[in-house]
């Protein structure tokens, strides 16, 4: 089986050198590589959501409206859980190669689509893309940023929709009005070869290869954590070895106030060849204590000798130790399994909401016979009854998308086919929100907040209810359309608050060799949120009439034909969105915070 080497010599940047943070001189290219991921992503998102409408009409399947959003995270779930996985065994890079290059593909198939199914073949293929794409990023932001950026670069993915939340809309509807919904769909692969470019060389230099179990977040090849340079500063320039890491250099300092003069012993299983020697020219016999924070504060004993340092050369330097190859570890094919049931099952789900027949029970009960116990194998023990802690982390990040996402997929049909706006309006009415998120992410990435992060996740979750409660006041014709815009930027700040935050939370709560697996938990939870709740509302969409407007979706169409109000109000949920504001009441555990998990 092959072998990946881990560094055997850590490296400490500068003093200084990573002082101004994601853009500072050590993270600025892999910051601006992977916000350029993100984006794409936003700017498809934005696209797509504009040009949907006429497309479903064009294809004759606006029954099938709600399944061409819901195709798409389906099989994101089973991308997901396979990108954890990879991430964790090879590292993240050829996960981001792969599901950028299927993104790009479902694109050019439903841009290409001469049916409605064709058209979801595609969305599914570019959704097992974004599956693999999303979970890579995040555990590229677990391993190459230390734990103090983090916030700060949810913050920038954030930022990254504000221009596509404008532009975007923009775009599609002068695209889609004059020159076809299809070259929505086919153009934005174009923008794909940047990010590649600029991201991929940055990502395998800082966050490659395997995580090795003893690798804290944040430190890897050569990487520091901020913890580590604060407790370097405050032993004078010099900090014991950490565990099962390579060679370090300066002198050992006591930190018990005693003397002796008994040799130094090691007991974390590093090696050398000879006596360690003091340097500092005290003696003493009181065990020698760590000053970086560390919690291991025993005696020092190796089963080997040390090396000392050459006469004339000052403070004891180890010399480099090879460090044990570490083996791949293989894919976990229970969990890949497990991630095939749960696409599958949530398909069969979706399928059986869209035909609303007798018959259609059966897809429908195999398809909770199937995700029943993959979701069960999947989320961590607890999620579904809102287990403090990680659980609860995860629950959340569902609730707040399916509740939103849901809601938001149906707004530019429900302002074209019942306000008879045109595409391009019906996009903008939501483009304020890019601008709101990114301000919810910003406030959450302040230092100064960081003690009141569940208050503030949940003033998020009550402002997303009440956008969501909101947006269908529009069909009453007394209510002026820019209503919804107001509402959703409200909404929109308040998810901001809330993924940005969860997205932080999930990283300290998981180690660095569980980061893949915990972050495709947590996309999971947010696109299985959004497929059953899709599902949910699609199902009472058709059978309140909504598919009967399948040539009112023109955007020059007046309200008054294909008026279905009851078909679009059903899919509005403001009370999930109240749940997930009592499950962050939940998201930390009830001990001290410096008994959580960091990573280390």
Known sequence: MATLETPDVVTVPAEGEDEDGVLGRAYRALSIGIVSVVLVIAFEATAVGTAMPVAARDLDGVALYAFAFSGYFTTSLFGMVLAGQWSDRDGPLASLTVGIGAFAAGLLLSGTAGGMWVFVLGRAVQGLGGGLVIVALYVVVGRAYPERLRPAIMAAFAAAWVVPSVVGPLAAGAVTEHLGWRWVFLGIPALVGMPLTVALPQIRQRAGGPAARGERNGERKGE????????????????????????????????????????????????????????????????????EGLADTDPLVSPGPLTPAPLGAGPLDRAPLAAEPLRRAPLDRRRIRLAFGIALGAGLLQYAAQDLRPLSLLPALAGVALLVPAVRGLLPHGTWRAARGLPSVVLLRGVAAGSFVAAESFVPLMLVTQRGLSPTLAGLSLAAGGATWALGSWVQARPRVEPYRERLMFLGMVLVAAAVATAPSVLIPAVPVWTVAVAWAFGCFGMGLVVASTSVLLLQLSAPHEAGTNSAALQISDALCNVLLLALGGAAFAALGGGAMAHAATGTVSGAHGSHPAAFAAVFLPAVALIGAWVTTRVRERRPAAALGHGG
Not at 241 to 254: E, K, M, V, W
């Open 224 to 291: 520091r954590t901020g913890k580590d340079e604060d407790a370097r500063g405050a032993a004078g320039g010099a900090t014991a070895p950490d565990r099962d890491r390579g060679a370090r250099s300066g002198p050992l300092t006591r930190t018990d106030g005693l003397a002796g003069t008994g040799p130094l012993t090691r007991t974390d299983g590093l090696a050398g060849t000879g006596p360690l020697t003091r340097t500092d020219g005290l003696a003493g016999t009181g065990p020698l204590t760590r000053t």
